[in-house]
């Protein structure tokens, strides 16, 4: 398992976690019950600690780390998708991080909060529980919209597992990438509810 002390402060891992072969954590870590750390991410706990919370989990590549005046908080069930920066925020329980999306020192991401793929959450921003960030084209501001509990999740494309609107099921704590075989059937099982609609897989 790839773990690093720094400065007497070592990675502490729940034995029901998975931590990837090539992820790589270091310093004052915390990684909760069937929480997950995929392939090539870094977790970076040197200044202040990381808390990965029971049921998360860390998409490949991305980068968690903290400031001396701050340290990394993901909530329980929540998602941090690939290529993603969180950088000394907290993040809510089941929130979800899009792909490519970038959290900022001091920024608090509400609970069930979703932030779209490849958007910018800047220092100190705070967006209340169920607000969804939409990102938006180049030299546009990213709008915040409220999801509707009653809304209806429309018909997409498949591949598009990470577009706004479109993966609100991820959020559901149980659907974890730990509760399945991998994250091959995870993408199958997601492509094929978005093709037919209904109900969050089962």
């Known amino acids: 398992m790839p773990l690093f002390s720094f400065e007497g402060k070592s990675p502490k891992v729940d034995p029901t976690a998975f931590i ?6 270091v310093g004052d870590v915390t990684v909760e019950a069937r929480a997950s750390v995929w392939y090539n991410a870094v ?24 400031t001396p005046r701050g340290g990394t908080e993901i909530g329980a069930g ?3 998708g690939h290529n993603c920066t969180i950088h000394a925020a907290s993040l809510g329980e089941e929130c979800l991080i899009g792909n490519g999306a970038t959290v900022l ?24 529980e169920g607000i969804r960030l939409r990102s938006a084209g180049c030299g546009r501001t990213p709008r915040a919209t409220r999801r509707s509990p009653s809304a209806t999740r429309p018909r997409s494309n498949p591949a598009d597992v ?33 093709e037919y609609g209904g109900d969050s897989p089962r």
């Open 43 to 66: 977790l970076r706990g040197d200044f202040n600690p990381i808390v990965v919370r029971r049921g998360a989990n860390v998409q490949d590549c991305a980068v968690v780390h903290v």
């Open 20 to 25: 990837a072969p090539t992820a790589v954590i």
């Open 78 to 80: 929540s998602t941090v």
């Open 162 to 194: 990470m577009a706004p609107r479109r993966i609100a099921f991820f959020v559901f704590p149980r659907l974890t990438l730990r509760d399945v075989v991998g994250a091959d059937d995870v993408l199958r099982r997601v492509a094929a509810q978005m």
């Open 105 to 128: 020192d001091g920024a608090r991401i509400g609970a069930r909060a979703m932030v779209a793929a490849g958007a910018l959450v800047t220092p100190e921003t705070e967006i209340p």
